[in-house]
């Protein structure tokens, strides 16, 4: 009769990375909703100005957080299962080099070398043995994604060697 106090026996422990992701996805939350606050808005602007969509992500990261935070303390989104699965250490590092790579080259070599690395990494981490075909692949979007962004929307995403080299190329045949 002493565990009827308490339900079926001891409570469970709070799944702690569970806890955690959550806790993680609201603090970026709160620093998205800081730091668009410190855009500066014009009152030429009615009622869109350029904090609308960073408000959105920042509403949509709270919301997304507090579901994750409740579902954590129901006892974790995943199942039994998946609790058992030992993590693949390696993977997650080269993912973590990857995003690394990727901040500390986007300046000095610009989106598509930095992009390609990020792909390639990741490409990697999810088991692929063809970094070539990797690096091929990830260079080709990169370069669309970039010509998306600086010719499209005008917009400077970061232009290093190849990007100049791509400019100077377009700018003979157009």
Request: charged fraction near 15%.
């Amino acid at each position: 009769m002493a565990n009827s106090a308490h339900g079926e026996g001891a409570r469970a422990r709070l799944p702690l990375g569970e806890m955690l992701i959550a806790l993680g996805v609201l603090a970026l939350a709160g620093v998205v909703f800081w730091q668009t606050l410190a855009i500066p808005v014009s009152p030429l602007y009615a009622r869109v100005g350029p904090t609308v969509i960073p408000m959105l992500a920042a509403f949509g990261l709270a919301a997304c957080g507090a579901a994750l935070l409740v579902s954590a303390v129901r006892g974790g989104w995943q199942d039994e299962e998946e609790k058992e699965i030992t993590q693949d250490k390696p993977a997650f590092l080269l993912l973590l080099a990857g995003f690394i790579a990727n901040m500390a080259l986007i300046g000095p070599a610009g989106f598509t070398i930095a992009s390609t690395v990020l792909f390639t990494l990741t490409a990697r981490a999810f088991g692929s043995r063809n970094l070539l075909r990797d690096a091929g692949i990830g260079f080709g979007l990169a370069i669309v994604a970039y010509l998306g962004f600086a010719r499209a929307l005008g917009i400077n995403i970061g232009a290093g060697p190849p990007e100049r080299i791509i400019e100077r190329l377009l700018s003979v045949i157009v």
